[in-house]
């Protein structure tokens, strides 16, 4: 109890944490208590609990468990910050309750991700479930699926995403577990509820059985809409209304609202994964869609068919393809072909969907035309494509091509036109299908009812009746004035039959006419105001038509033009067509007067023509009053203004009389129901007076009276034509006064602008100035309505005219049209129709586009100036542009139709002249501005290409397509341009020009939009990722256009799409979100632009308060509950915010928030950036003695991008236990964001660096821990350190090695071992080397001691720059004054000495004695003999072969660089090791032996020349792309079974007898079971290398070494060639060895088999036996090419060098004879091609004279034979196979083959012949020396010339070729050195490009033919380096190579004559063969010729040909030993004497 009582003191926090399970029991409960306690949800003591919550559920006590879970529900459902721990929480239910057994635990699970879900978390509820489903147990999985059934059951489909579940659903099907498949089937149960078929496409292949079983589940499933049950925090409103619709059981208006809200959303296009078609078209297609052949045709369509057949296609350029198809369906004769490719194009749109809208406008108009087809199956196939290309597109852009084809003669064609389009309009809605859109259509179609042909008349009912369906009565009727009554019921009846796709959605459209109070819903549809029009529905007349004028109002002055019905010309639809129009018939005098006599006074009547004034003055004022009192309904207007009418009616002379006249005209039309034809009556006499002085006041009322009840079009129509039918100018002027005053009073709206603007030209000609001004002013008037399109009219006027106007045009620029404050539509109360009117008035500028006279230019795009448009030269391309420009400059206006204008200006986009593109852009703003609003229909081909080109480098280009963007945007409007998916597409591009262009330009335009497209929410995950681009002004323009985006999205909508973000950049995009709601610009909606005299400022204010809160929250009208959800929501991201930028002070609250994201940010390229940017000192170079500000402040910047902030803000606190705890995360993340890690590694690297300078020793020992897991990982991964990572971190990480605590020290060397692994140990000893330097003690032994560590793992090869500074250098350490440095040092060149030996006294250089003493005392005590390099130096190569091609690449090496260094391995493992600068030790150390023991050289060669194979690769360091190219075995599935197999290889070549022979014991197991044998597939070469490298070994050193074992090495053989017989067993193994390899293989197997020290061994007669078979299998097995060409290679060696025995050469032709009896059998599967080169090449060296004066005859009869036989076997095609020769006449094989094929046709050829021949060839090659000299000045010429330089050297290179004795010396010789090499390398470079061409990629450098200079010419063979074949060299060998040297370095050389001239060296044949293995090695890891040319150079003899380039750099590292040498060369000299 004691115990108990302890920890009941404790406080619940402190409880829940107790290791005791009932302290902690007892804790849950009483936190469970308390959370139902709190009742405040921000209260303070919910943050205590935020990183328990995670324990509360995951306890380990079952117990506790269960309590703690109840707890932890409680606090999510009160606490305000529960959302912070989401992804712990959830993730600790996932996989510790839901394996629980208690199914209490799994409730309350589930419950509390519900609970999640409720607030507002559901996302990342989601995304840890779904890991879940990933989990081993099926518990969980099955727990997993039931909670996200639940989860969808109760929120809907809404609420829970399904694509991401969907998804993962087919895996859940394939389950072993039956619990988790029967968990699956109820799922998609659940999920077909909500989304009905969309769930067939994802689960159609599934198990059969499965998917039968659903179809039965779901045919049961009810048919009603399923309903959210469970609502959100934010939808309480929805809740509310729920729950009152559950208590009443009725199913009332707002559940069918929530009902709709719910229909699926999913459309199962979305769940599908896109296909990529393209790129398996046949290959053939466009030819054989061209083909005559009807077949061949069909077959093309049939590929495309099965590939269309996708349902989801990858969006790409199908231009190609779609002009393919529509050509078929244009222009192709057979009609079945027709049908497919109508098939095709369905397939395409349907696939493509919105992507194919692009190329709609092309292919409508060709299939429309092929209705002509009357074959029901090509007519189906038509109908089917044009109805998917039509959903594609929108009826606008198509409606010129159908409007056209309207008026064809044919019926047929006007018959399937008429139903496309009543298909068309049920996809439509009324806000499609406005009056504008409908009149060009009604129009055409009331013609086709009127049509002979019934089927065409059927049609056109169908068509309108579809049209009243879907726009209702109100819209079609205007239209149908003039029908009569039989056709009028005809088209309701089709009405009624109608079925529409979308539903109910048009029956509000049909209805609106009846029912008010719909009118609230109608903007909904019309995308006007938006929920206030509900609200204001109360308002007075008045007010309501100003609201509704103003939302048509042009919101902008460019605006006009943007929302044009293309079609339509003349007035548009009057508004008297939506109010009640009054008829009235003219009625006659008498009528008249019998009416006017009812309602005026009898005195009246009889005064009006009075001759007295004053009594028609009394008379008048009788009159006025009598209208005064009048009714409106018993006013007969028509009878009183006749009365007013009659004489002297209009011609009064008395002003007084006439003013009250005019003022009763404007009272009766005020308060009558005034109708066109009283108007008609008293216009004319107006007019007249409108120029009176006295009078004109009144006449303009009066007609303002009567244009207010006959609507202003007309009237100003009849006033106009009135005024100009005088001749009067007072009236002229006044009328046009009068009329610039109305429009601003009435608006636009339906002015017939064409009538207009004639009456105005005649005004602007008239001479009286007056009437001119007027007319300039009524100009600037209706450029504010109309735009600059009206100047357009005026262009042809006079100058100075035409500047009058442009002043008074500017007098109004910026100005926006005044609000209409009178007109008819004030009678309309509510009507709805808000939307539509200001599609009236918008269409205003179109009207008077629609005006222009267009030019078709379709004729004059012929198709000779498309091609010169797409010329290759870029002048005629320009020309072609040109005659464009004049084309549309002449034209002026233009049509639509530009034929292939578009695709072939698109091309020129992408010019590679910018000058080009520049000019192109130009053309098209031209083009926008001709042919005006029909452009819209090119936005998508043309317009989307444009904006690409704002992604250009250049300024000037991006300036350019702006103003092209901006011009086509004047035209078309927004609206085309953000449909689709187009400029999301764009915005992706990671551009930064393209991104911060495009971004600023949406910036500018979206504010002046009223409604945009739903697809601009396509573009916010891209502007989420500019918002984080590394570009600095892309992040600004995103921050700038977020406020446009929210403005029509809504904050909702917005912070939504941030869910797909990283948590880390979520919290950032949330709190920029939150600054741009407060700079959200107000939406031009209909009181944004209104003035004060249209709406009082309550009204203005009431609209911009509701317009912040509610308008703005969705582009779609939302309900008002979502509006109030924005409202309401808008405060908790706020706080949220407000939380976030505290987060320093309060991190623990912001840190468990945000540890569910990831740490590290991929960005990019981020890396690569960052290390341009230090090499290009942009910014600071991290190199320091102690970190200074403004290196934190630099790499504080460079992290904030890829580096979550909060842990940011960890990292760079002045508190170390903040560094702590980054450190603790840091490792967290380590292994779950490995690539994270990798790509931030340099700032880590440079953090840590950091970090090694603070004091604070517990964050010292927390990053070195770190630091090991580090490189532990990126060992793993095969990372390896850049450079730029390796010199910022590795200097600070030496400095800790000598920190005083000796586990620091530990620590920081255990480090740097692991480093070794992941950076090249060569480089790691020159930083260690440096840290010898320091003035620490501790440091300088540490570093000593890891300098030996080196040593002894790698060997000497890591001592950098070479060995012998090295060993200086440490040598100076041992006369320190410390005891331990001393030690250290000493230690170290011990291990050197016991890797190196004796050479280490020579490298040291000169000690001091006592050092000396010391050294040698510690060698001895050591007593350790030196042995071979460790095999451990292994390990350094590839980290020395990718340590280069790191750089290239900087991050994780593929399976390429694995075998890159397994080739390494392989190499190294024989023996070779490489060094850069250490060429002059090859040389001292031979001299050395030379000159030391000259009597038993002979026997200390092969010894000597093995160390040299050590020395020889050093230099190759490896570019990666080359090694990729040489790795084709190499499969990364299989890279750990390679890996083995490397290693197992790499141990076969061991100098230890022991490993070899294991490892060749593995390999053998391997070979000899078939299943296993595969594996060595890819392994063959790298086998064979490593085995006959074990052969030379045994050659040269262990058969030498008299202490070893005879039977070890007896067994060694045995276990060699057994392996190989077992290889050469396998075929397909056998024939994966190459030439070069099996040649050395061969070089090998002969040497072995005339050693004559075989014979000493016990088994020799087996081994020699064994030998013999396996010669025999390698003959049979290998590819025969590579073998027959190995061995002609191996016998041109042999031949050459006069060190191999005649024996030799008769081996390898016996093997040669034993080939040429195979061939018969064997011929067709040799490559003759490379057979003949090999011959040709044999033959070049050796020609037949040569080969006689061989001692033996045996070569030239085998290569007569070898020929003989191919000649026999392949006859005259022989000839054939000579393609791989480059120059034929190099030697005698084509003219010997000639003779042969000559001699087997005619057998009594003459021997005389072959003389003439020879003698012919021979001569054909001699020139006159003059002539050479000539051609030579010429060439040197050349080279000397800039221009020309590259064809001198092609020439002099070629002419080299051919006459191989010529001398180019003389002309070198006076050149200054520069030019000599320069020629030199020129030559070589272009030896290598043409022996590259033609050869395959494994060829080497063949050895070349001796030069005849050399006394002794001793060409070894190039594999074997040196002597590694075991024939004697002599000394001679040597003295030619310091010959050499000597020349090279400028020393007199005692026979300087005898060496060859370098020029004539350089002019030997040298064609490439087969590789020699090493040479091999070299392709293999990076076909570096240089390198294989420098140790070629050094290490085969003088008489090879290299150029002085190598030459130079041998010279200069021999130069330092140059006296050493002088002395060495007498003392050889003198003992060969």
């Known amino acids: 109890m004691g115990d108990d009582s ?71 459902e009160n606490a305000h910050v529960a959302g912070k721990t989401t992804g712990e929480v959830v993730s600790g239910v996932v996989n510790k309750v839901f394996n629980q057994p208690k199914a209490r635990a799994k409730e309350l699970g589930t419950d509390i991700c519900l609970t999640f879900i409720e607030i507002e978390k559901g996302e990342i509820v989601q995304e840890e479930i779904l890991k879940g489903l990933d989990n081993k147990n099926p518990k969980i999985i099955v727990a997993c699926i039931e909670t996200l059934r639940k989860a969808l059951s109760e929120f809907g489909s809404k609420i829970i995403s399904l694509k991401p579940i969907i998804k993962v659903l087919p895996k859940l099907f394939e389950s072993r577990e039956k619990a988790v498949r029967d968990e699956a089937k109820l799922f998609a149960v659940e999920i077909y509820r909500w989304i009905r078929d969309a769930l067939r496409p994802p689960l159609q292949n599934i198990n059969s059985v499965q998917l039968k079983e659903l179809e039965e589940e779901w045919v049961k499933l009810p048919l009603s809409a399923p309903k959210q049950s469970r609502f959100l925090r934010s939808q309480q409103e929805m809740k509310a209304k729920f729950e009152q619709q559950q208590a009443a059981g009725g199913d009332a208006d707002g559940g069918g609202d929530d009902g709709d809200e719910a229909v699926p959303q999913v459309d199962a296009y979305e769940l599908l994964e896109a296909v990529e078609i393209l790129s398996k078209l046949p290959k053939d297609f466009y030819d054989k869609i061209e083909a005559k052949k009807w077949q061949e045709r069909k077959e093309a ?16 350029d199908y231009a190609d393809l779609v002009k393919a198809l529509k050509k078929v369906v244009g222009k192709d004769t057979n009609v079945m072909l027709v049908a497919l490719a109508a098939k095709c194009l369905a397939g395409l749109a349907t696939g493509l969907r919105k992507k194919f809208g692009q190329y709609a406008g092309h292919v409508v108009p060709t299939i429309l035309e092929k209705f002509k087809e009357k074959k029901p199956q090509v007519v189906q196939a038509l109908q089917e494509a044009i109805d998917a290309i039509f959903l594609t597109t929108t009826l606008q852009n198509l409606s010129e091509d159908i409007l056209a084809v309207m008026d064809n003669k044919n019926p047929t064609i006007k018959q399937q036109t008429s139903l496309f389009i009543a298909r068309s309009f049920r996809h439509c809605n009324s806000t499609v299908l406005s009056k504008s859109m409908l009149k060009p259509f009604c129009a055409a179609l009331l013609k086709h009812i009127n049509d002979s042909a019934p089927e065409v008349r059927d049609a056109a009912f169908e068509a309108l009746g579809t049209a009243l369906k879907v726009a209702g009565e109100k819209a079609v009727n205007p239209f149908l004035t003039d029908v009569d009554k039989l056709k009028l019921d005809r088209i309701k009846e089709s009405a009624e039959k109608v079925e529409l796709a979308g539903g109910s959605r048009a029956s509000g459209g049909a209805d609106r006419k009846e029912s008010k109070p719909v009118a609230g819903k109608a903007p909904a549809l019309s995308g006007a105001a938006g929920d206030k029009d509900t609200k204001d529905n109360s308002k007075s007349g008045a007010q309501k038509k100003a609201l509704a004028a103003k939302s048509g109002g042009p919101p902008k002055k460019g605006k006009q033009a943007a929302a044009g019905g293309a079609g339509s010309t003349g007035a548009k639809g009057k508004k008297g067509s939506e109010v009640k129009e009054i008829f009235e018939p003219e009625l006659s005098i008498e009528a008249c007067e019998e009416k006017a006599s009812a309602v005026l006074p009898a005195a009246c009547l009889q005064q009006l023509d009075s001759g007295n004034w004053k009594e028609r003055l009394a008379c008048m004022e009788e009159f006025q009053k009598a209208v005064e009192l009048m009714d409106r309904t018993e006013m007969p207007c028509q009878a009183l203004v006749r009365m007013l009418a009659k004489k002297p009616g209009w011609k009064e002379t008395n002003f007084q009389v006439m003013q009250i006249k005019l003022r009763i005209v404007a009272l009766i039309a005020q308060k009558g129901t005034f109708s066109k034809t009283s108007a008609q009556i008293v216009l004319d006499g107006l007019v007249d007076k409108i120029g009176d002085v006295k009078c004109g006041n009144n006449a303009k009322e009066a007609l303002t009276a009567i244009a207010e009840a006959c609507q202003l079009p007309w009237t100003a129509e009849q006033v106009m034509s009135m005024a100009f039918s005088q001749k009067n100018p007072k009236n002229q002027s006044e009328t046009l006064n009068w009329l610039s005053n109305a429009i601003k009073e009435f608006g636009f709206s339906g002015l017939n602008v064409k009538a207009f603007i004639s009456n105005v030209k ?104 498309v091609c010169k448009i797409g010329d290759k030269n870029w002048k005629i391309r320009k020309e072609g542009l040109d005659e464009v420009t004049s084309i549309i400059n002449e034209a002026k206006f233009i049509q639509p139709n530009i034929g292939e204008l578009a695709p072939a200006l698109k091309s020129r986009l992408n010019d590679s002249n910018k000058i080009l593109v520049q000019q192109t852009l130009t053309i098209l703003q031209q083009l926008a501005t001709a042919m005006g609003p029909n452009i819209k229909q090119h936005v998508k081909n043309l317009g989307i290409p444009i904006v690409t080109i704002l992604g250009d480098s250049k300024s ?200 569910s994201g990831p740490v590290f940010i991929l960005v990019p390229n981020g890396k690569e950036q960052r290390m341009k940017d230090e090499k290009g000192l942009k910014v600071l170079k991290w190199n320091f003695t102690t970190p200074r500000d403004e290196y934190i402040e630099q790499l504080k910047t460079q992290m904030s991008s890829c580096v979550a902030r909060w842990l940011q803000d960890e990292m760079f606190h002045a508190d170390f236990q903040h560094h702590n705890k980054a450190i603790a995360v840091m490792v967290e993340h380590l292994d779950s964001e490995r690539d994270g890690v990798i790509s931030c590694l340099d700032l880590i690297l440079k953090w840590l660096t950091l970090r090694f300078f603070d004091t604070n020793t517990s964050v010292l020992m927390k990053v070195l821990e770190y630091l090991k897991l580090l490189f532990a990982m990126l060992n793993q991964e095969e990372y390896h350190l850049t450079e730029n990572e390796a010199t910022s971190f590795i200097p600070y990480l030496v400095l800790k090695v000598g920190e005083p605590k000796d586990v620091i020290r530990r620590d920081v060397r255990a480090i740097l071992n692991r480093m070794c692994l992941v950076y090249p140990a060569s480089k790691m000893f020159t930083f260690i080397m440096e840290g010898t330097k320091s003035k620490n003690s501790k440091q300088r032994a540490e570093c000593l001691e890891e300098l030996g560590c080196l040593v002894e793992s790698y060997g000497m090869n890591v001592c950098q720059p070479t060995a012998g500074k090295v060993l200086k250098e440490i040598a100076i350490h041992i006369g320190d004054r410390d005891n331990t440095v001393r030690n250290a040092a000493l230690n170290t060149i011990v291990t050197v000495y016991n890797v190196h030996g004796d050479q280490v006294f020579k490298q040291i250089g000169n000690l001091s004695e006592k050092d000396m003493s010391m050294l040698e005392e510690r060698i001895k005590r050591s007593a350790k003999r030196p042995n071979a390099t460790s095999a451990k130096q292994v390990e350094e190569k590839p980290q020395r072969a990718q340590s280069a091609s790191a750089n290239a690449n900087m991050l994780r090496k593929g399976p390429a660089e694995d075998m890159s260094s397994k080739l390494n391995q392989a190499r190294n493992m024989s023996g070779h090791s490489e060094t850069t600068h250490a060429v002059p030790r090859e040389f001292q150390l031979d001299l050395d032996e030379i000159e030391n023991d000259n009597g038993t050289v002979r026997c200390e060669m092969p010894a000597l020349v093995q160390h040299k194979l050590d020395d020889i690769f050093e230099p190759v360091l490896i570019p990666e792309p080359k090694i990729r190219a040489v790795s084709p075995h190499f499969d990364d599935m299989h890279s750990n079974t390679a890996s083995t197999i490397n290693f197992v290889i790499s141990q076969v070549a061991s100098g230890d007898i022991n490993t070899s022979i294991q490892a060749l014991a593995q390999i053998d197991e391997v070979l000899r079971q078939e299943d296993k044998a595969e594996a060595m597939s890819g392994h063959i070469d790298q086998f064979l290398i490593a085995t006959f490298m074990q052969l030379r070994l045994i050659y040269n ?13 007896v067994k060694l053989y045995s276990c060699i060639i057994g392996n190989m017989i077992s290889l050469f067993q396998i075929e397909s193994l056998a024939r994966e060895a190459s030439a070069g390899v099996l040649k050395d293989l061969m070089h090998g197997l002969i040497t072995l088999m005339l050693d004559s020290r075989v014979d000493d061994l016990e088994e020799d007669q087996q081994v020699i036996k064994s030998v013999n078979l396996l010669v025999v299998k390698v003959l049979e097995k290998s590819d025969q090419t590579n073998i027959l060409s190995a061995l002609l290679v191996l016998l041109q060696d042999c031949l050459l060098t006069t060190a191999s025995s005649p024996k030799f050469s008769e081996l390898v032709m016996k093997c040669l004879w034993r080939m040429v009896r195979l061939l018969p059998e064997t011929i067709n599967t040799i490559n003759l091609d490379r057979i003949m080169l090999d011959i040709h090449i044999f033959m070049k060296v050796f020609p037949k004279e040569k080969l006689k004066q061989c001692k033996s ?36 094989l084509e003219a010997h083959l000639c003779k042969m094929m000559k001699h087997s046709l005619d057998q009594t050829g003459s021997k005389s012949d072959k003389g003439t021949e020879k003698g012919a060839s021979r001569t054909d090659e001699k020139t006159p020396k003059a002539k050479v000299n000539d051609i030579l000045a010429e060439i040197f010429k050349k080279i000397g010339s800039k221009e020309n330089t590259k064809e001198g050297l092609a020439e002099l290179y070629e002419y080299k070729k051919k006459y191989s004795d010529a001398d180019i010396e003389p002309f070198l010789k006076n050149s200054s050195q520069f030019f000599q090499s320069y020629v030199e390398r020129g030559l070589r470079l272009i030896e290598m490009e043409r022996e590259g061409k033609g050869r395959i990629p494994s060829t080497g450098v063949s050895p070349q033919m001796e030069v005849s200079c050399i006394p002794t010419p001793t060409n070894t063979v190039p594999s074997s380096i040196g002597n590694a074949n075991g024939e004697e060299v002599g000394p001679s060998v040597y003295l030619e190579r310091l010959k050499i040297l000597r020349q090279r370095c400028g020393l007199d050389n005692a026979k300087q004559e005898d060496r060859a001239p370098l020029t004539s060296q350089l002019s030997k044949p040298s064609v490439p063969t087969v590789a020699s293995s090493t040479d091999m090695l070299h392709s293999k890891l990076s076909q570096l010729r240089e390198s294989r040319e420098q140790f070629q150079h050094i290490d085969l003899d003088s008489n090879q040909t290299y150029s002085s380039g190598i030459g130079t750099t041998t010279s200069s590292s021999a130069a330092s030993n140059i006296d050493d040498l002088k002395k060495r060369l007498e003392r050889i000299k003198s003992s060969r004497k």
């Open 1753 to 1788: 005859e045996f070569p030239i009869r085998t290569l007569k034979t070898l020929i003989h036989t191919l000649c026999k076997l392949k006859g005259p095609k022989l000839l054939d196979h000579l393609t791989m020769i480059d120059n034929k006449n190099e030697s005698e």
């Open 1597 to 1609: 050193t262990h058969m030498a070494d008299e202490k070893l074992d005879k039977d070890e090495i």
């Open 956 to 1155: 000037n280009v991006r300036a350019a397509s702006l103003t092209t963007v901006n011009a086509w945007v004047e035209q078309t409007g927004m609206k085309e341009w953000l449909e689709g998916e187009d400029l999301s597409e764009e915005l992706k591009k990671e551009n930064p020009f393209l991104r911060q262009e495009l971004l600023g330009w949406l910036a500018d335009k979206l504010p002046t939009l009223r409604s945009v497209p739903s697809d601009l929410v396509l573009c916010v995950p891209h502007l989420y990722s500019c918002l984080e681009d590394r570009n600095g002004d892309v992040r600004k323009k995103a921050q700038d256009a977020l406020p446009s985006f929210m403005m029509h999205l809504g904050f909702e909508k917005m912070a939504k799409a941030t869910g797909k973000l990283k948590p880390t950049s979520k919290d950032q995009v949330l709190a920029m979100l939150e600054k741009a709601k407060a700079n959200m610009p107000a939406k031009p909606a209909p009181l944004s632009k209104a003035s004060s005299r249209a709406v009082g400022a309550a009204a203005a204010k009431s609209q911009v308060a509701s317009g912040s809160g509610e308008d703005y929250s969705s582009s779609t009208m939302e309900s008002k509950a979502d509006a109030k959800k924005a409202k309401a929501g808008g405060t908790a991201p706020k706080s949220k915010g407000i939380q976030g930028k505290k987060v320093p002070s309060k991190s623990n609250l912001k840190e468990d928030d945000d540890r």
């Open 301 to 316: 369509l049939e590929a495309v068919e099965v590939l269309v057949k996708n349902p989801k296609l990858e969006a790409g």
């Open 762 to 865: 005649t005004a602007l000609a008239a001479t009286n100035p007056a009437v001119r001004t007027s007319a300039i002013t009524l100009l600037g008037v209706m450029n504010l309505y109309v735009g600059p399109p009206l100047r357009m009219f005026f262009e042809d006027e006079k100058p100075a005219l035409l500047s009058q106007i442009d002043a008074e045009f500017e007098k109004v620029q910026g100005q926006t049209p005044p609000a209409p404050t009178r007109g008819n539509t004030r009678h309309v109360v509510g009507s709805g129709d808000d939307g539509e009117e200001g599609d009236e008035q918008e269409e205003a500028g179109n009207d008077v586009l629609d005006l222009l006279p267009r030019t078709d230019i379709s004729d004059k795009i012929t198709s000779e100036l």
């Open 6 to 76: 302890e920890w009941m003191k404790l406080p619940i926090d402190q409880k829940c944490e107790h290791k005791l399970w009932k302290a902690r029991l007892n804790g849950y409960e009483e936190a469970l208590k308390l959370f139902q306690k709190i009742d405040d949800e921000k209260s303070p003591e919910w943050s205590k609990y935020l990183g328990l919550v995670k324990k509360f559920v995951t306890d380990s006590n079952a117990v506790a468990q269960l309590k703690g879970l109840e707890a932890a529900l409680a606090y999510v």
